[in-house]
């Protein structure tokens, strides 16, 4: 795990002499545990774990003027020199507009900037701290600061209403530390914060201009090459040597088994079209993307596929993988995996720094990369950034061109087979267009008040759910009647206090579900991490989240327009050789293996819940809840995205409470996140209300 930290006081005399750090009450200078200090005070900075040599650059135009950027960016040192100097103005934008996925902070005098991306996959976080304001890219290190108690509030709106931005509002697990939202920069003037924003959204009261199809795939295009590029022309970095021989082994078994990546450059390759532009834009750019430190020729990109002998469906996806990995550039690794690689067959696993429901497929994934290379491209974000949300129909009626919702309703027509299909998705759309937010939101707490949780059935059952500014979570149906009231208590504050102003229902929705997944994408390269290995999603890069976002709403919403995207975007880099069937959708869903996995570790999740944490934190009843657990075990229709809700976060709190140490030195044995454990209460949500 990597992330930086630092502080902003009210004072610059906060320091001992000669220390670069602030001093807590009992006089101690705080540092934290394995960092490296970027500049010292008044405002420090460190970057903390295993950073990169070129992950971490920092330019100085002065001592009182200098930028740091940690991640992959694809500027130039000059150019990093004119960005700090144009944000001295106040200007925040260009700071995001590089390619790659990054961190910039930015210091002018006392005033520090730290830019979140659009996604949130590089989040950052904030909590007051000794008369000024902490930051940092994670929240764990800040609950460590101020010895913060778990946020019950934050917990149960993370079960009831986990797609709602007025539910989770800038809260996270943990009491007193809060995110900065997607698009948003942390602005510090001597302690005091502020929240800004950089990035346009759509408008309620001026429709946009209508954008070219063509100019705007062609953005997207230049877009992801360039994210690719960047990656490429970045350091190769070998992985620790390999200790030795072991009898039976060769060596890339000798790697998997040790934990450690290919050397080089790879990328999944799952027969989908996301994984596979990629791995095709990285394997036909020039500069041999898998030699290494510019040594060699010839060496070709990993590509790695995953087979799943316990669950079927997916052959006529690994035949399309087999086929791309034909290519002579691309060097094919399959990895096979039975029942013990199945979703929730591995329950062990290293403490994330939020919780998320892919802690429950970590090993899964895991196991996959271990296969991987140093470096590793992923797809993960395509379907958010290129796909339409249904609510995005509403959008279309709003602007007036109905005619771009007969291709959407006609493909749900005929895959319900009902002539009432149309009738009911147009309603339901024009129902969402004429309701304002605060309805919206108003209408999710009566829900949750009074525990109105249907189950859609199909592809228009989950489309029509979808028509709405706010729906409830999958594991709400099982939560307790207080749990459920404080959250309904909590919206009903939110949406009189707040709103989305002038946003659109289906770009507010599409918003908040990428933002949910790019969390989630978070917490699971900390929970499938191998050492050496960088995870890259190119996907999700500020750039490629821009010009997907530029994209015609009329081409998002038609059936099959990621992969139709995808293919135009591998056309215009020269690659036209497709197999037969490409970017067809699965018919099998990851719900069987989710299905197969509950089955197999019945008992373990049923010891899980013997006495669970989230009962004493009065969010759940443990016998609802075993329940629930052998009825989807028993092929009973459960909502299993709600049961992965509830283990994954169970999984977190004990692993959080198992933990011991903290992320400062210098601090007593006490000065650690949730400090006193979860005492069994009731009445415990209201201290994060």
């Not at 919780?355 to 395509?382: E, I, K, Q």
Request: contains cysteine; positive net charge; proline residues 8%.
């Amino acid at each position: 795990m990597r992330w930086l930290v630092g502080w902003s006081s009210t004072a610059a005399g906060t320091a001992a002499p000669g220390s670069a750090g602030a001093l807590d009450l009992d006089g101690e200078t705080l540092h934290p545990v394995g960092s490296q200090l970027l500049w010292g005070d008044p405002d420090p900075l460190w970057a903390v774990g295993d950073w990169r040599p070129d992950e971490v650059r920092v330019i100085k135009a002065d001592e009182q003027n200098r930028i740091a950027v940690l991640g992959i960016c694809g500027a130039s040192d000059e150019e990093l020199r004119r960005g700090l100097f144009t944000a001295r103005g106040g200007a925040l934008r260009h700071l995001t507009a590089w390619p790659g996925s990054y961190t910039a902070v930015v210091q002018v005098g006392r005033r520090v900037t730290v830019c979140g991306d659009l996604a949130g996959a590089r989040p950052v976080f904030h909590t007051p701290w000794a008369g000024g304001t902490a930051y940092a890219t994670a929240a764990l290190p800040l609950a460590d600061l101020v010895e913060a108690n778990l946020d019950f509030g934050h917990l149960a709106a993370l079960l009831a209403a986990p797609d709602v931005p007025a539910a989770l509002r800038d809260t996270t697990p943990y009491e007193g530390v809060r995110r900065v939202p997607p698009g948003h920069a942390l602005v510090l003037r001597a302690g005091a914060r502020e929240i800004a924003g950089y990035d346009p959204v759509s408008s309620l009261a001026v429709s946009a201009p209508p954008a070219d199809p063509d100019h705007a795939v062609d953005a997207v295009r230049d877009a992801l090459v360039e994210a690719v590029r960047t990656r490429l022309s970045a350091p190769r970095h070998v992985p620790d040597l390999d200790p030795g021989p072991v009898p039976g082994m060769g060596p890339a078994e000798r790697r998997a088994r040790r934990g450690m990546p290919v050397p080089g450059i790879g990328a999944d390759l799952s027969g989908g079209p996301a994984s596979a532009t990629l791995a095709l834009l990285a394997a036909g750019l020039p500069g041999r993307p898998g030699t290494l430190l510019g040594h060699g020729a010839g060496e070709r990109l990993l590509a790695v596929t995953f087979n799943d002998l316990a669950v079927g469906g997916r052959e006529a996806e690994l035949q399309r993988a087999g086929a791309l990995a034909e290519n002579p550039r691309l060097h094919h690794v399959v990895v096979t995996g039975g029942e013990e690689l199945l979703p929730y067959a591995d329950l062990d696993g290293p403490l994330t720094d939020e919780p998320g429901p892919s802690l429950v497929t970590a090993a899964r994934h895991r196991a996959r990369l271990a296969a991987g290379s140093a470096d590793h491209f992923t797809g993960h974000g395509a379907r958010q950034v290129l796909d339409a949300h249904p609510a995005r129909l509403a959008d279309l009626l709003m602007d007036r061109r109905r005619r771009h919702l007969v291709r959407p309703v006609a493909a749900l027509a005929r895959a319900d087979g009902s002539v009432l299909v149309p009738a009911r998705v147009y309603g339901a759309a024009r129902r969402l267009a004429r309701t304002p937010y605060r309805a919206g939101v108003e209408a999710l707490a009566e829900r949750l008040m009074r525990r109105r949780f249907e189950e859609p059935k199909g592809a228009v059952g989950a489309s029509l759910a979808a028509l709405t500014w706010a729906p409830p979570g999958a594991a709400a149906r099982w939560l307790t009647g207080e749990a459920l009231a404080e959250v309904s208590v909590l919206l009903g504050v939110e949406a009189d206090r707040t709103g989305t102003g002038v946003q659109r229902p289906g770009d507010h929705r599409a918003r908040a579900a990428l933002a949910r997944y790019a969390a989630d994408l978070r917490v699971l390269e900390q929970a499938a991490e191998i050492r050496s290995q960088r995870l890259h999603a190119p996907f999700l890069d500020n750039q490629v989240v821009r010009a997907c976002r530029a994209l015609p709403e009329a081409l998002r919403v038609r059936p099959g327009a990621r992969a139709a995207i995808l293919r135009t975007v591998l056309s215009g880099a020269g690659v036209t050789d497709l197999p037969p069937g490409w970017g067809v959708p699965s018919h099998a869903s990851s719900a069987a293996a989710a299905r197969a996995g509950l089955r197999v570790s019945a008992d373990a999740l049923q010891d899980l819940f013997s006495r669970p944490l989230l009962a004493d934190a009065g969010l759940v009843e443990a016998r609802v809840i075993r329940k629930a657990l052998r009825a989807a075990a028993g092929g009973s229709a459960v909502p299993l995205d709600g049961l992965a809700d509830l283990v994954s976060l169970e999984l977190w709190l004990h692993r959080l409470l198992a933990r011991r140490g903290t992320c400062w030195t210098g601090t007593p044995a006490r000065s650690r996140a949730v400090p006193a454990g979860i005492t069994p209460r009731r009445g415990a949500l209201a201290s994060g209300a």
